[in-house]
Every structure is written in C-alpha cells, then in structure tokens.
C-alpha cells in the first residue's frame, strides 16, 4: 500500500503490470515426450504457427488489427483492448524460446504449490530443438 504524503492515509496505486512483477512464462507450447517423438512434424507445425502468431501480435505495424481483433473477441471497448495489448506484447517470445530462469521458475512455483517435491534442472524439463530447427 502506498500513502498519500499529503493526507498519511492508505491509497492504492497502480505501480506496474502484471508483467512487470510476474515474472513466470505467460503462455507457450508444450507436449509430452511420447508426442514429440511420435508426431515430431504435427508439434514443428504447431510451434511454427504459435512463433508466427506472436510475431504477427507484436510487430507494431499489427497493433491496429490485433487490437480490433481484442475488442471483438473479447467485446471489450477499444480502451481495454489497447491496454490488454500493451500488457500481452512483453509477455511474448518471438523466438519460441523461454529464458532458463523462467523455466525455473515454474518449476520453483511447482514446489511450493506441492504440485512435485523434486526440484529438477530446466534443461531435464526442456527441449527447445524444434523451435531453433525453424527458419526465421
């Protein structure tokens, strides 16, 4: 809670996005081992199409189409859908590829949710060969 210096009484204040204090991954693509090696070219098409897509949404030349689209798929007014697009474009990667301490932190977050006990190492949990195969 920040304070008012004037009046010394609580107030809230927006300090920040979501984005800039959560800092886990906020979406991405995942599959099972069984799946990648069982239908390796259905995942290197899925994760082309997500690379794709999150290039398409951040390139700033888009911002007017992904914005529309926003508002309409959501049926929010153009103001929330300006602000959702602001606070979505940081969150992308448009490589496909996820920092190794966001990995860890999931796994970290796991942890603490109970959801595992063991603590393991990102690059056990990752395999980002697909995605580095794809060309730019």
Known sequence: MLYA???REAK???CGSA???YKLPMGGVS???AKIQG???EVRKVVRAVVKASKFIADPQN???VVDYIRSFFKLDRGVAIEFYQRIVPSLSSTGVVDRDKIKLVIDSAIERGLTDKP???DAVTDFSIVRQLKP
């Open 120 to 122: 393991l190492d990102p």
């Open 19 to 21: 984005g800039t204090i």
């Open 63 to 65: 911002k007017e189409d």
């Open 39 to 41: 239908n390796r070219d």
């Open 12 to 14: 809230p204040s927006a």
């Open 5 to 7: 210096p004037e009046k």
């Open 31 to 33: 599959a099972s081992l």
